[in-house]
Nanobody
Framework: QLQASGGGLVQPGGSLRLSCAAS????????IGWFRQAPGKGREWVSS????????LNAYSVEGRFTISRDNAKSTVYLEMNSLKPEDTAVYYC??????????????????WGQGTQVTVSS
């Protein structure tokens, strides 16, 4: 089970920190990704972190603003989001995969998904 939290309403330029806590399975061997889906659009890859946290990738649209991290002792992944823009408005999902790292941007390669948390950036 994956429990995502931390979403909410924030003004442009503001910050939010999303969390996703896993239970019922060991997460150490999983790469983790964050995806988002805006109304009327497909699911978009945002960021990924490898199982050992030595590799991190961000989508170009969030590079320099979002930071992914993980705490394997707590089976939790985080997404620190700064300088938020209205176009960041979406439901954000965490997902876990054991697939090779080359598939990290592909949603269909992820095995476990959180329920999503709404992020709304608006003045």
């Amino acid at each position: 089970q994956l429990q995502a939290s931390g979403g909410g309403l924030v003004q442009p330029g503001g910050s939010l920190r999303l969390s996703c806590a896993a239970s019922g399975f060991t997460t150490d061997d999983y790469a983790i990704g964050w995806f988002r889906q805006a109304p009327g659009k497909g699911r978009e890859w945002v960021s990924s972190i490898s199982d050992s946290a030595d590799i991190k990738l961000n989508a170009y649209s969030v590079e320099g603003r979002f930071t992914i991290s993980r705490d394997n002792a707590k089976s939790t992944v985080y997404l620190e989001m700064n300088s938020l823009k209205p176009e960041d408005t979406a439901v954000y999902y965490c997902a876990f995969t054991k697939e090779p790292w080359r598939w990290t941007k592909i949603a269909s390669r992820y095995e476990y998904w959180g329920q999503g948390t709404q992020v709304t950036v608006s003045s």
